[in-house]
């Protein structure tokens, strides 16, 4: 089975780069953040023209978040549980695994913070509280999880190309870090870093100043699988393909694939 998450800042403007990419690389799960579209504005069509089952959920200019499924999904929940926000950041489905169980697929697209000093920050740290509980409950009913998404925090140092440059700023800082480890403390792993030790591979660049060329980029886009999964995996990449492209989302897309027995 194969799972990327892509942050596509616009599916209206990327629309064809995703259509692209899975006609060229075939995933079975394509989970995508920053819709900014609203949900009457999803191109359904197209996609099931490509094979593909979509479920969403979007708001007009900002968020939105959806799953794309060669099967559909079951039991799809577009709220994070026992949380009322109106910004559309939250989406989970059952998707059936070749040996007839059941994997439960998160997708998320977490608050950016803006500044450690802001109510912004507040909302990020609440709402990563209340995705801590969902998970804790998501995982105690269903051994095979994987939670992807823009998680808008490097994991480590190794995971932001100037660490003194970004240190105690948004995205890198220690609380953000700990929140993150929390989160995973409930069962989650980081899949990418199970096959790759090295540092400099990132998933998103600024478009300011140059930041793809000079590889000025941070590793905020995760795929973080159960233990189940992650004994099942078999390679995790980042496919920096899509951010050559003429006007590109400023995050490419994380690759897993998994064995399934």
């Known amino acids: 089975m194969k799972i990327a998450s892509w942050n596509v800042n616009s599916l209206r403007v990327r629309v064809e780069h995703v259509s692209d990419w899975l006609e060229s690389h075939s995933p079975d799960l394509l989970c995508l953040q920053e819709l900014k579209m609203t949900d009457d504005e999803f191109p359904v069509d197209h996609f099931q023209s490509l094979g593909y089952h979509s479920a969403f959920t979007g708001q007009k200019t900002y968020n939105g978040v959806a799953i794309l499924s060669k099967k559909p999904l079951t039991n799809v929940v577009t709220d994070l549980p026992d949380y009322s926000d109106p910004m559309r950041r939250y989406i989970a489905g ?54 992807v998404g ?46 790759h030790a090295e540092g400099d591979q990132f998933s998103w660049w600024d478009y300011r100043g140059a930041g793809y060329r000079a590889n000025e980029g941070l590793r905020i886009d995760l795929i973080l699988s159960s233990s189940a999964m992650l004994d099942q995996s078999h390679d995790c990449h980042i496919d920096e393909a899509p951010r050559k492209l003429e006007r590109p989302s400023d995050h490419t897309p994380v690759v897993a694939e998994y064995r399934i027995d």
């Open 94 to 147: 059952d998707a059936q695994l070749s040996n007839g169980e059941t994997l439960r697929i998160v997708n998320v697209y977490c608050p950016n913070g803006q500044a450690l000093d802001s109510d912004k920050f507040i909302y990020k740290r609440e709402w990563f509280a209340k995705l801590q509980t969902a998970m804790r409950d998501t995982l105690s009913k269903n051994p095979n999880t994987v939670l």
């Open 150 to 195: 823009d998680f808008n925090i490097t994991p480590a140092n190794i995971d932001c190309h100037d660490p003194a440059r970004w240190a105690g700023k948004i995205h890198c800082s220690d609380i953000e870090r700990l929140i993150l480890q929390t989160l995973m403390n409930e069962g989650l792993y980081d899949t990418y870093r199970k096959f």
